[in-house]
């Protein structure tokens, strides 16, 4: 299993413009999270995906992010426009389904080092 | 919402020492996790861990699910072990995994 697969690994971009992160998840994982991790924030939840339906968005900072999951190996977040705040590095994770009762462990991609200049 | 408090926040060990983190939870948990965040910013997951112990080489890690806390030992360090170690949990609803602010642990050769 070459595990949860995120691209690109780094951009840099100017403010204004439109970044698209991706993520593949483990295959057969039901369920798919987005992270952020800032030094003043630490790991924060943005979004999580069940069966490729969005059940919590609370953590998404405003109405420039927004994800998808069209299907169960991908997914997508975009933020548009970008600000230099945005700058972090974004982590993509997958687990077993949660819905069942039975629990098991995330896994995390390599993350996505995001930089807005 | 659920609170995940870990210490010590930072810890400078010589090589070959032990070491023990702590994670402590405000609330009752269905899944415990500890992750080691390497200094290329990998995530590691150590341990799935909701409760009793776990030994992988010379890491170990214990969790008393109703007392709230976990600890997370490194036995013999190693510079490769230097990093940021993070406990996170899973509420009893939901999915969501809720992260410590860390230990920051330097293994000095």
């Known amino acids: 299993d070459a595990g949860v697969i995120q691209s690109p690994r780094h951009e840099v971009t100017e403010m204004g413009q439109e970044v698209t992160l991706r993520c593949k998840p483990i295959?057969?994982?039901?369920?798919l999270f987005w992270y952020r991790q800032t030094m003043m924030r630490g790991l924060e939840l943005l979004i999580y995906?069940?069966?490729?339906?969005?059940?919590?968005d609370s953590g998404m900072p405003e109405d420039r992010f927004s994800a998808k999951m069209p299907n169960a190996s991908f997914s997508t977040l975009k933020i548009q426009p970008s600000e230099p705040r945005d700058s972090a590095v974004y982590f993509c994770?997958?687990?077993?389904?949660?819905?069942?009762?039975?629990?098991?462990?995330?896994?995390f991609g390599s993350g996505t080092r995001l930089t807005v200049v | 919402g659920i609170q995940v408090e870990q210490s010590p926040p930072d810890l400078i060990l010589q090589e070959g020492a032990n070491s023990t983190l702590r994670c402590n939870f405000s609330?009752?948990?269905?899944?415990l996790q500890w992750f080691h965040q390497n200094p290329w910013g990998q995530l590691i997951n150590l341990f799935y861990?909701?409760?009793g112990t776990k030994q992988n080489g010379r890491l170990s890690a214990t969790t008393v699910a109703t007392e709230r806390y976990s600890l997370l030992y490194i036995s013999s360090s190693q510079t490769t072990d230097s990093g940021v170690y993070f406990c996170?949990?899973?509420?009893?609803?939901?999915?969501?995994?809720?992260f410590g602010q860390g230990t920051e642990l330097s293994v000095k050769p």
């Open positions: 994770a997958s687990s077993p389904n949660i819905g069942t009762g039975e629990h098991y462990g995330y896994t």
């Open positions: 295959s057969g994982h039901n369920s």
């Open positions: 995906f069940n069966n490729n339906v969005p059940i919590d």
């Open positions: 609330d009752s948990v269905n899944n």
């Open positions: 861990i909701p409760s």
């Open positions: 996170a949990v899973r509420w009893n609803q939901g999915g969501k995994l809720i």
